[in-house]
């Protein structure tokens, strides 16, 4: 039996584990709730479980190691999550040594959002090239950076937080509690914004009615279907998110020259609408050499690529290379 590595995925709602063979294939599946509220030993046991029913779903193939993709902030090295908005109770938790004791094999615990980002580049979108970032476009915005074929980290591990880039001084409030962050114009919770802005000032829109007129009940998807079903407004609403995305990418191609910026997540089902308005305004706001270089694509692992990184990034951090 050929040995695998695990990539787990602790999200705020579910745990996802992958068994990943060496070339990338994901041979055995488990996802269950995030016993959330129940504190770090709750869920340490619930990701083990998870482990062990992906290792049986794969035939029983024996682990190398496990990759855990967490929520940061987070001491990469020592595997120590300190303390994620959306998991009550933890306070610096040493993570990764729970899970070796629970697994009995090496655990390396690693930010998700850099870990959805080194799993395009080893077998998703970003595959064949050395250099790339990664935007993923959901409720907020997460970001991954690969330079010389391995991961941005920063010196505290902090890197990559792309959402987190100021793109409009004393803008928006932010989620992170700063203002004008790319995130809170970029992600789904600021496109819904940018709509109820648009409202309030006047616009008419068949996305009134589609709320009912309670425009706080706004969602990402009702601006896409509204957009899809001819909505001039709904479709201005996309295409001035993806502008705002554009402003970020033009800064981030001007900042480290990339083969491929990679964008993921929820948002990048709103189609060729935002994904054009993203191409246009990172060609016109970046220079020329660099912008010419840079292809904008879409991920293709999906919601794989975090565990999948995860697996990635423990096979090669056991063999001490990241
Ligand atoms: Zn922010």
């Known amino acids: 039996m050929d040995e695998v590595l695990l990539g787990i995925d602790l999200g705020g709602t579910r745990v996802k584990t992958a068994a990943v063979a060496l070339d990338g294939k994901i041979v055995g599946h488990d996802v269950r709730p995030t016993p959330a509220d129940a504190g770090p030993e709750a869920i340490a046991d619930a990701m083990a479980a998870s482990a062990r029913a992906a290792l049986q779903t794969a035939g029983d193939a024996p682990a190398r190691a ?19 908005p959306n998991l009550v109770g933890w306070h610096n938790v040493p993570l990764a040594a729970m899970m070796r004791e629970r697994l009995g094999v090496p655990c390396f615990v690693d930010n998700d959002a850099n870990l959805a980002c080194y799993g395009e580049f080893c077998f998703g979108a970003g595959r064949g090239v050395q250099e790339m970032c990664m935007l993923t476009l ?18 505290d591990g902090t890197a990559a937080e792309i959402g987190h880039m100021t793109v409009q001084r004393d803008g928006r409030l932010c989620g992170c509690g700063a203002r004008g962050c790319l995130e809170a114009y970029a992600s789904v919770t600021g496109l819904v914004h940018t709509a109820i802005e648009g409202i309030e000032a006047g616009s008419v829109t068949t996305l009134v009615a589609a709320c009912g007129g309670n425009l706080h009940a706004i969602t990402g998807k009702m601006v896409s279907d509204e957009a899809t079903g001819g909505d001039d407004f709904a479709q201005w609403v996309i295409e001035e998110t993806g502008d705002w995305i554009g402003v970020g990418i033009a800064s981030l191609i001007n900042l480290l020259n990339p083969e491929r910026v990679v964008l993921g997540g929820g948002m990048i089902h709103a189609g060729d609408t935002l ?25 293709e692992l999906g919601e794989d690529a975090g565990v999948v990184g995860a697996a990635m990034a423990a096979r090669e951090r056991l063999a001490g290379r990241e």
């Open 275 to 299: 994904l054009n308005a993203i191409r246009s305004r990172a060609m016109k706001d970046a220079f020329e050499v660099p912008a010419r270089r840079a292809q904008i694509v879409l991920a």
């Open 66 to 84: 496990a990759g855990i993709g967490a929520p940061g902030p987070m001491n990469w090295q020592t595997g120590v999550v300190f303390s994620p």
């Open 138 to 155: 959901g409720t907020g915005v997460g970001g991954g950076i690969v330079v010389f074929g391995r991961l941005l980290r920063g010196i």
